[in-house]
Structure formats: structure tokens, C-alpha cells
């Protein structure tokens, strides 16, 4: 019974991060800067939320940098534009972010009903114990 709890907790848990990468990602798509960085404001690089089994039972979440996480863009009237006119932005594809969110929330679902399931039988077992002791 342990592990289903512990399996589902982390599977929550990864949901979780894996939605607060999408929803950061979403936020700072129009953060741009410089692609020198010599002024200091690099563009907010795109992160990426990996999920991996764990062998004794649940998930471990990684997040990292996209590569590229950010990309030239033509702004040439932009603070950050370098003599060519480019600066950098973010390399976020917002419908994979989209997509991301929605996985997150089937993902979070499914454990929480494994949660609830994994307490009921619990109940039940301790009403068994009761009513044969």
C-alpha cells in the first residue's frame, strides 16, 4: 500500500513541476535581450521537464535548458538589437506548452485517483480487520 501512495505522490509531484516549467515558459515568451549577453540581459532561455522512472517505484523529474533556449530575431528598434539588428528570444513553442499542461493534468488526475483508490482499499481492509476481530 506504501508504494502506490509513494508512487503517486511523486507522479503528483512531477505533474507539478511539470506544469510550473510550462506555465514559466508561457510567461517569458516575449522576454528578449541581448545574444552577446555583453549588456548582461541575455533572452530567457526555454526550459524542458524531463520525467524518469525511478526503479524502486515512482518518477524523478528533471528540468533543464532547451538547446538552443533562445533564438535571433529581427528587431532592429529593440534596446538589445546588435549591429545587425538581431536579439534574442525565447525558443518557446507554445503549443507544445499547450501540450504539456494537458499531459501534466492527465498525469496529475491519474494519481490523484490512485491516491483516492489506494485509501479506499485501506478503509477496506481495516473494515475487514474490525469485523473479524
Excluded at 511523486?10 to 549588456?39: C, E, P, R, Y
Excluded at 541575455?42 to 538552443?68: F, M
Aim: glycine share 6%; proline share 5%; no cysteine.
Amino acid at each position: 500500500m506504501f508504494n502506490a501512495v509513494s508512487n503517486a505522490l511523486s507522479g503528483l509531484t512531477a505533474s507539478s513541476q511539470k506544469v510550473s516549467v510550462a506555465a514559466s515558459n508561457i510567461a517569458n515568451v516575449s522576454t528578449s535581450g541581448s545574444l552577446s549577453g555583453d549588456t548582461g540581459n541575455l533572452p530567457y532561455a526555454t526550459k524542458l521537464s524531463t520525467q524518469t522512472a525511478i526503479e524502486s517505484g515512482g518518477v524523478r523529474t528533471d528540468v533543464t535548458t532547451k538547446n538552443p533556449g533562445f533564438v535571433p530575431s529581427y528587431a532592429p528598434d529593440s534596446p538589445f538589437a546588435d549591429t545587425d539588428g538581431l536579439i534574442g528570444v525565447p525558443n518557446t513553442d507554445l503549443a507544445e506548452e499547450i501540450v504539456n499542461l494537458k499531459q501534466a493534468e492527465i498525469t496529475y488526475k491519474a494519481n490523484a485517483k490512485s491516491l483516492q483508490i489506494a485509501s479506499e482499499l485501506s478503509d477496506e481492509l481495516l473494515r475487514l480487520f474490525d469485523d473479524n476481530v
